[in-house]
Structure formats: structure tokens, C-alpha cells
């Protein structure tokens, strides 16, 4: 195994989540092409670049919704989805193996996909009921401190279709917190938002932040991304061309394509 | 044309032991069925091809051809094998196996009808596979699987009525038998169907006290707005 690289601090951590080499294809669209990079505990990554370049399939290969084809993602020094062996055909984990890690792995997504025939608040309590095990007492009262964190507290007996699409992401960020993830995947949480509503759920994504939450971010949302993220990493078909500090990052790219990328973006939001 | 009036005295208590032996072999059939149709339905939404190619077959052989042939296939298949076994064990395993396939088809579809990223969004907090379907896809998924699965039935249950030919005692064949001493084809027949029509016709508004008992109990926005609010799931 590779040196651990050292934080921005100097310090030499294991990371939450190491990456390595990293290979997926659909047919025959390489959508993932030797993908590596590490996530320390608490850091916020932002992956942005243009659509179709792999950003929400690396994500999704974070929790195994995507199975990879090749080399390996650790979660906590653990290998996500498929046995650890030398020299042999790897070998996929078992699905409860898999249903455990994903456990500590929140993922919200851009369809907000909230359970239609629950109301809220059956939402938040349904996998600490149902997967973790809580009792309904100690999951509703969970549940109702995140809500009201998100300041939805009294949306607790309403149904999805009742809701904002703003006010379905924020129950959808509270039914991922609910697990007590040590680490949160946001598939372009704000894409699929009328623009004005777009504000709130990227101030309970900044909350999450500031509480020191893991967080990897597949966004548009430039400004979030320079405020909060301490790295941006840059994809372009299925490989990532730059990890960098958002300050360096957005003032001088190093690569054309992403140069170009983020004028495409900063046209468009000037218009 | 005129209608003999005594047939009717005559081989009506015989036509109703044979429709109680439809509603039994139907009712038994039905939930074999429904059981075999969720194993077949999962099957053919495996990933692993030698789950879901026998699955594929399975349905497609009872699909594409005839329920009477099945019936003979089955009925003459067990004595060659050197297994004595009764007609009207042999008729429900053949219905079973078929309603089965049908089955499974709806249910198949009622799963493909729930957006995938519900089930996603269950298995992105790490509740395994069938729980998912169970607590999450399957709910969601009753407002096209009840009226299938209505439908459906009232094909087995006349689809049934072959079953005559393999000699299992239900509603058809107990018409042959009232045919022999009568010889009045047309009442008996029409004597038949209006006990066919009646078997149906119960078992839909059955099936539609089913649905509205459903939809009572998953609730939906729209019978939130109605008064279902305040019920967590």
C-alpha cells in the first residue's frame, strides 16, 4: 500500500476514505478511468466538471450503488463491496457485509427520493427502526432533533407531495442524518430546485459543515463550493484532472478544460 | 326453442358441489400462485443470470402455450415417472404453476413501476434487498398490483374449468356429468356460466373492498388531505 500523504496541517492521518485506481465502465464508455484520491475525516470535497464526466457514478460507487470495475475504495481501512485477497479473482462482500457499511454512509440525491406512502417523519424513523433497530421512542425523538435543526419540526405528519421540492431535500438530508453517518454524499442536491429554493438546502448543507461533518459534494453551485470546500476535485470524462484548494483552484486551473468548464459556468450565472 | 325447467331442479345441486370444488382448487391454486409468482418475479429481476433465465423460461413456457396442454403434460407426465398421484393434485399443481407464471408477471411490472431511486434511497441507509421491497417498493406498488392481480385471477379461475379434461371434479366437469343424464346442453351450459359469472363477480367485488382496504391503510397524500394525517406510516 501506498505512503498516506499528509494532511494540509502536516499531519499523516489514515483518511475515512481512500480510493485507488478506480475503474468503471458502461459498456463500452470508460465513465471511470483510474480514479484515486483520499478523504480525511471531517474534510469537505466538492467534485465538479461537466455532465457525463463520472462525478455522481464515483459517488455512487462510494456506497456500492455502482458496483466498480476495478481497483478499490476503503471505508475506514475497509474494502467497500468486494473481498480483500492477493493474487485471487477478487470477491464481492456479502450483501449484510455491504448493508453495514452503507449504514455509515448518508447519500442524498438529486430526485430527493423520499418514500411517497410515509409522511415525514416515517421517513427520518424508518432505517433507525428497520435497519439499526432503535425502538419508535428513541427514533422519533431523534428524529424530531434533526428536524427541528432543519427547522421543519412542524412538517413532521406531512406527506412528500405536501412539501416543497427545498423542504423534500431538507427531510431527505434529515433521513440520511438519522443514521448517524460519518460521512455524507450529496448528488447534486440542488439540481433539480427552482432557483429560489435552492438557498435553503444549501444552508443546512453549510450547517452540516461547520459541525465538522464529512462531506463529498457533486455540485454546480460554484459559490458553495469556494465557500465551503477545502478541495475541489476537477473531473473530465471519467478522470480527475485536478484536486486543489478552492482559492487556487478558481483563480488559475492549470488544465484548459477546466479553465474553459468554469467559464461555460460563470457565463451562465452572469446571464 | 324450449327450456326444460326440470334440468334445473335436477342438476343444480350437482353443479354446486362442483363450484365448490372450483373455489377450492382456485383458492388453494391462487396462493401457491402468488407465492411462486414473488419467487419468479424476484428471479427475473436478479442480476444473476441462473436466477433469472430459468425464471424466463419458466414463464414463457407457461405463457406461450396452451393451459390444456399443460394439464395433459403434467397429469400423464407423473405416471411415467412411476408417481401415482391424484387428478385433482395433479390439476392444482398444473394451475398453481400457471397462475404462478402469470403472476408474477404483474407483480414484476407493479415493481418496475416504483421509481428506482426509492429503492435506492432504502438501500443507501443499508436496508437489505427484500426488506426494501417489502417495506418500501411493495406498498407503493399495490395500486397497479391489486388491479392486475384481479384480473388475473378471474383468468385462473376460468382457465380452470380445462381441468375437466384430466378428470379433476370441479365446476365443468360436474357439468358433463348433469349433460349425461339430461341431455339438455343449453340450460346446463347456461345453468355453468351464470355459476362461473357469479364466482367472478364475487371474487372482483372482493378484490375491490381490497383495493379501498388497501389504500386505507398505505397511506397516500391524497387520503392525507382527507383526514389520514397525523398516522406515521
Not at chain 1, 44 to 61: A, D, F, Q
Not at chain 2, 33 to 49: D, P, T, V, Y
Amino acid at each position: 500500500m501506498e505512503e498516506v500523504p499528509p494532511n494540509a496541517d502536516g499531519r499523516r492521518s489514515e483518511p475515512i476514505v481512500r480510493v485507488r485506481n478506480v475503474h468503471k465502465w458502461f459498456g463500452q464508455l470508460h465513465v471511470l478511468n483510474d480514479i484515486s484520491f483520499d478523504v480525511q475525516s471531517g474534510e469537505k470535497i466538492c467534485i465538479i466538471g461537466p455532465s457525463g464526466s463520472g462525478k455522481s457514478t464515483l459517488l455512487r460507487c462510494l456506497n456500492f450503488l455502482e458496483e466498480h470495475d476495478a481497483g478499490t475504495i476503503w471505508l475506514e481501512g475497509v474494502p467497500m463491496g468486494f473481498r480483500e485477497a492477493a493474487g485471487v479473482k477478487r470477491q464481492r462482500a456479502s450483501e449484510s457485509e455491504i448493508n453495514r457499511m452503507r449504514e455509515s454512509i448518508g447519500m442524498v440525491f438529486q430526485s430527493f427520493n423520499l418514500w411517497g406512502h410515509m409522511t415525514v417523519m416515517g421517513n427520518i424513523i424508518e432505517a433507525p427502526m428497520h435497519v439499526r433497530g432503535d425502538s419508535r421512542s428513541t427514533a422519533e425523538r431523534a428524529a424530531l432533533d434533526i428536524l427541528e435543526r432543519i427547522g421543519l419540526a412542524d412538517k413532521r405528519d406531512a406527506y412528500p407531495s405536501q412539501l416543497s421540492g427545498g423542504q423534500q431535500q431538507r427531510v431527505a438530508i434529515a433521513r440520511a442524518l438519522a443514521m448517524r453517518p460519518k460521512i455524507m454524499l450529496f448528488d447534486e442536491p440542488t439540481s433539480s430546485l427552482d432557483p429560489e429554493l435552492v438557498g435553503e438546502v444549501l444552508e443546512v448543507m453549510r450547517g452540516l459543515a461547520e459541525d465538522g461533518m464529512t462531506m463529498l459534494v457533486v455540485t454546480h453551485e460554484m459559490d458553495f463550493a469556494a465557500d465551503v470546500a477545502d478541495r475541489i476535485i476537477f473531473m473530465d470524462h471519467g478522470v480527475i484532472l485536478e484536486q486543489e484548494r478552492p482559492a487556487l483552484f478558481f483563480e488559475r486551473p492549470s488544465h484548459e478544460r477546466a479553465t474553459q468548464f468554469l467559464a461555460r459556468i460563470l457565463r451562465r450565472s452572469a446571464r | 326453442m324450449t327450456f326444460d325447467v326440470a334440468v334445473f331442479t335436477f342438476g343444480l345441486p350437482i353443479l354446486l358441489k362442483g363450484l365448490v370444488n372450483t373455489i377450492l382448487f382456485c383458492a388453494v391454486a391462487i396462493v401457491f400462485g402468488l407465492f411462486i409468482a414473488s419467487l419468479i418475479a424476484l428471479c427475473r429481476l436478479s442480476r444473476r443470470w441462473f436466477l433469472r433465465l430459468p425464471a424466463l423460461w419458466f414463464v414463457e413456457f407457461f405463457r406461450n402455450t396452451p393451459f390444456l396442454v399443460q394439464a395433459f403434460i403434467l397429469f400423464f407426465a407423473f405416471p411415467r415417472l412411476g408417481i401415482r398421484i391424484e387428478a385433482t393434485v395433479a390439476g392444482i399443481m398444473v394451475l398453481s404453476l400457471y397462475a404462478g407464471a402469470y403472476f408474477s408477471e404483474s407483480i414484476r411490472g407493479a415493481i418496475l413501476s416504483v421509481p428506482k431511486g426509492q429503492i435506492e434511497a432504502a438501500r443507501a441507509l443499508g436496508m437489505p434487498y427484500l426488506r426494501a421491497m417489502r417495506r418500501i417498493v411493495l406498498p407503493q406498488s399495490l395500486g397497479y398490483l391489486l388491479p392486475a392481480t384481479t384480473n388475473q385471477i378471474i383468468g385462473v379461475i376460468k382457465d380452470s374449468a380445462a381441468l375437466s379434461v384430466i378428470t379433476v371434479p370441479e365446476l365443468s366437469m360436474a357439468a358433463q356429468v348433469v349433460l349425461g343424464e339430461s341431455f339438455s346442453p343449453v340450460e346446463t351450459y347456461i345453468m355453468v356460466a351464470l355459476l362461473y359469472w357469479a364466482l367472478t363477480a364475487g371474487v372482483a367485488a372482493l378484490m375491490a373492498h381490497v383495493e379501498t382496504r388497501a389504500a386505507a391503510r398505505v397511506a397516500s397524500p391524497t387520503l392525507a388531505r382527507v383526514g389520514m394525517a397525523g398516522k406515521s406510516q
